[in-house]
């Protein structure tokens, strides 16, 4: 049987040296300053190493809604653009978790650094040698306004040039949307479609963001055989917290004479607080390596809210637990853990979750971890036990829990719960932790986690399994029952600061059970903006001509 690989081939040029230009008046123009501006990204881009998270669910038949995820398959790794597009994976070779190590169930295995070059048009050659280009219309993508262009290679342009429309914003033309395809894949490779988006990040700068991919009857295996999967490529990670903290080292001012000395005021450590003081080190030092290795997101307004949700349990349950916190892995796996007092949730998992009762519930397993005094082993608390390569956290750093730990947190976060304000919603969380077990078998990857204790074993629930008693029968096809939401449906990212938010979304009713799609994969349609830009200024651009009503003065 053939074995194929879905790759991507090519190289990063040099970068063109960006000259300043007069506003471009007609298309020709406009198309050479969106070349320039390329080029000038991947010279910033070249040397940096970013985090690429790639997660792929492969579809197959289903009675209810046609096609559904069947597998799934993950990448986690660091990306490096200096030697073309090229990737360096965290997860080890041959783990439940590493896509190098798949071999697809029909012959056909999935490449990371093919998912991972779809963040660059075509770092070898864009430029008018090699591809034609047409205009197509005005569109605005969000805030921002663009022009729409058509590119195709020339006939003597070689393998592997991209064809599909660019997007490219009309205030400083940088490309900030690609859709399509690569073309003339050599024998034993196959190129997928893709939909590539930027985001803004500083003033004229755009970087890749997110990718989705999508196949419904790619042919391979001289075209006897058909792919049908859907993917989704993140990038984050442009600057480390090291980078952040430098930066605000320089803006630090010190008025001296304003500086006192306030040692004799301070009283000597109880023993008992020596032992929480070392504690504290060693997990604030395991956090704050997550972080520098961007896998941990800085605390922000997202913390804030789900460190809302644990007071309420803390209170309501009357609890002596003081100190505890929530951060947020920027990895999709579905995971909880504790680092000492901190507890660990995935963003993965706070996408899916429905409703706080449900966020409730995770959160007060792993409060009862900390309640009952499971801590961390405190050898973090020296440094250098710290001084090892980002490729090496998920060898280093293991929270899984023995099972006694487990059975114990279990019954003592249901009782948590039942005495909290999500005493008469806890019907919810069970019905979250149905689909679970219904999805665990097809989606492994998702449901294993990376750094903590597994939710399921197949499709035997581990966590809170009390709570699937009184859950009502899952039904797939009934809109009014949500069970879980898509990947990605709460929050969204700043890839330069790591920083999250919560999504600001619309309610919108839906027409079928198939648009639920609880723990998919959906496509990424951005609304994108300027960073910075008040809301004056953006009212101002979409008061401004509308899409469509005007072209480039050489396509009129």
């Given at each position: 049987?053939?074995?194929?690989?879905?790759?991507?081939?090519?190289?990063?040029?040099?970068?063109?040296?960006?000259?300043?230009?007069?506003?471009?008046?007609?298309?020709d123009?406009?198309?050479?300053?969106?070349?320039?501006?390329?080029?000038?990204?991947?010279?910033?881009?070249?040397?940096?190493?970013?985090?690429a998270?790639?997660?792929?669910q492969?579809?197959?038949?289903?009675?209810?809604?046609?096609?559904?995820?069947?597998?799934?398959?993950?990448?986690?790794?660091?990306?490096?653009f200096?030697?073309g597009?090229?990737?360096?994976?965290?997860?080890?070779k041959?783990?439940?978790?590493?896509?190098?190590?798949?071999?697809?169930?029909?012959?056909?295995?999935?490449?990371?650094?093919?998912?991972?070059?779809?963040?660059?048009?075509?770092?070898?050659?864009?430029?008018?040698?090699?591809?034609?280009?047409a205009f197509?219309?005005?569109?605005?993508?969000g805030?921002?306004?663009?022009?729409?262009i058509?590119?195709?290679?020339?006939?003597?342009a070689?393998?592997?040039?991209f064809?599909?429309?660019?997007?490219?914003?009309?205030?400083?033309f940088?490309?900030?949307?690609?859709?399509?395809?690569y073309?003339?894949?050599?024998?034993?490779?196959?190129?997928?479609?893709?939909?590539?988006?930027?985001?803004?990040?500083?003033?004229?700068?755009w970087?890749?963001?997110?990718?989705?991919?999508?196949?419904?009857?790619?042919?391979?295996?001289?075209?006897?055989?058909?792919?049908?999967?859907?993917a989704?490529?993140?990038?984050?990670?442009?600057t480390?917290?090291?980078?952040?903290?430098?930066?605000?080292?320089?803006?630090i001012?010190?008025?001296?004479?304003?500086?006192?000395?306030k040692t004799?005021?301070?009283?000597?450590?109880?023993?008992?607080?020596?032992?929480?003081a070392?504690?504290?080190?060693?997990?604030?030092n395991?956090?704050d390596?997550?972080?520098n290795?961007?896998?941990?997101?800085?605390r922000?307004?997202?913390?804030?809210?789900?460190?809302?949700?644990?007071?309420?349990?803390?209170?309501?349950?009357?609890?002596n637990?003081p100190?505890?916190?929530?951060?947020?892995?920027?990895t999709?796996?579905?995971?909880?853990?504790?680092?000492?007092?901190?507890?660990?949730?995935?963003?993965?998992?706070?996408?899916?979750?429905?409703?706080?009762?449900?966020?409730?519930?995770?959160?007060?397993?792993?409060?009862?971890?900390?309640?009952?005094?499971?801590v961390?082993?405190?050898?973090?608390?020296?440094?250098?036990?710290?001084?090892?390569?980002?490729d090496?956290?998920?060898k280093?750093?293991?929270f899984?829990?023995?099972?006694?730990?487990?059975?114990?947190?279990?019954?003592?976060?249901?009782?948590y719960?039942q005495?909290?304000?999500?005493?008469?919603?806890?019907?919810?969380?069970?019905?979250?932790?149905?689909?679970?077990?219904a999805?665990?078998?097809?989606?492994?990857?998702l449901?294993?986690?990376?750094?903590?204790?597994?939710?399921?074993?197949?499709?035997?629930?581990l966590r809170?399994?009390?709570?699937l008693?009184?859950?009502?029968?899952?039904?797939?096809?009934?809109?009014?029952?949500?069970?879980?939401l898509?990947?990605?449906?709460?929050?969204?990212?700043?890839?330069?600061?790591?920083?999250?938010?919560?999504?600001?979304?619309?309610?919108?009713?839906?027409?079928?059970?198939?648009?639920?799609?609880p723990l998919?994969?959906?496509?990424?349609f951005?609304?994108?903006?300027?960073?910075?830009?008040?809301?004056?200024?953006?009212?101002?651009?979409?008061?401004?001509?509308?899409?469509?009503?005007?072209?480039p003065?050489?396509?009129?």
């Open positions: 049987m053939q074995r194929i690989a879905i790759v991507f081939t090519f190289a990063v040029a040099a970068g063109m040296p960006l000259t300043a230009q007069d506003s471009p008046s007609t298309f123009q406009i198309v050479d300053r969106a070349i320039l501006q390329e080029s000038s990204l991947l010279r910033i881009l070249r040397g940096d190493h970013p985090i998270e790639t997660y792929i492969d579809l197959g038949p289903d009675a209810d809604f046609g096609s559904a995820p069947k597998a799934d398959h993950y990448f986690l790794g660091k990306l490096d200096t030697r597009v090229t990737t360096d994976s965290f997860l080890p041959g783990s439940a978790h590493s896509l190098e190590a798949f071999t697809h169930l029909f012959g056909a295995a999935y490449v990371p650094r093919g998912f991972a070059q779809t963040l660059i048009i075509d770092g070898a050659e864009f430029d008018r040698a090699h591809y034609d280009f197509d219309k005005r569109e605005f993508l805030d921002v306004r663009t022009y729409a058509d590119v195709s290679p020339k006939k003597t070689g393998r592997g040039r064809m599909g429309r660019i997007w490219v914003e009309d205030k400083k940088n490309i900030v949307r690609f859709n399509g395809t073309v003339d894949a050599q024998f034993g490779q196959v190129y997928t479609h893709f939909d590539s988006w930027r985001v803004n990040c500083g003033p004229d700068l970087v890749p963001f997110e990718t989705y991919s999508e196949e419904s009857a790619l042919k391979y295996d001289l075209k006897l055989r058909q792919l049908r999967f859907k989704v490529t993140r990038i984050w990670g442009y480390t917290a090291t980078d952040r903290l430098n930066g605000e080292f320089t803006n001012t010190v008025d001296l004479p304003g500086v006192q000395d004799e005021q301070a009283a000597d450590n109880s023993p008992v607080e020596s032992q929480r070392w504690e504290r080190q060693g997990e604030d395991v956090l390596r997550l972080e290795a961007n896998l941990l997101a800085p922000g307004a997202v913390e804030k809210i789900l460190d809302t949700v644990v007071n309420n349990l803390i209170v309501t349950n009357d609890l637990v100190g505890v916190r929530v951060r947020v892995m920027l999709t796996p579905l995971e909880t853990f504790t680092v000492g007092r901190t507890i660990v949730i995935s963003r993965g998992l706070v996408d899916t979750l429905p409703d706080e009762a449900s966020l409730a519930a995770m959160l007060a397993h792993e409060l009862a971890h900390i309640a009952l005094g499971q961390i082993d405190t050898k973090f608390a020296f440094s250098d036990r710290l001084h090892f390569d980002d090496a956290l998920l280093k750093f293991r899984a829990r023995p099972a006694a730990e487990e059975d114990a947190a279990n019954a003592q976060a249901v009782a719960l005495k909290s304000p999500y005493a008469d919603k806890l019907r919810e969380p069970g019905l979250f932790l149905k689909a679970l077990a999805e665990a078998d097809r989606l492994p990857n449901i294993k986690p990376l750094f903590g204790s597994p939710f399921a074993q197949g499709n035997n629930i809170l399994g009390a709570l008693q009184d859950a009502p029968q899952l039904q797939r096809t009934r809109t009014d029952q949500i069970a879980a898509p990947l990605g449906a709460r929050t969204t990212l700043d890839p330069w600061t790591d920083q999250m938010r919560m999504a600001r979304t619309r309610s919108v009713p839906l027409l079928s059970g198939r648009e639920k799609m998919e994969l959906t496509p990424v951005l609304n994108l903006k300027y960073q910075g830009a008040t809301a004056a200024e953006q009212i101002a651009s979409s008061e401004e001509t509308k899409p469509g009503e005007t072209k003065a050489a396509t009129q």
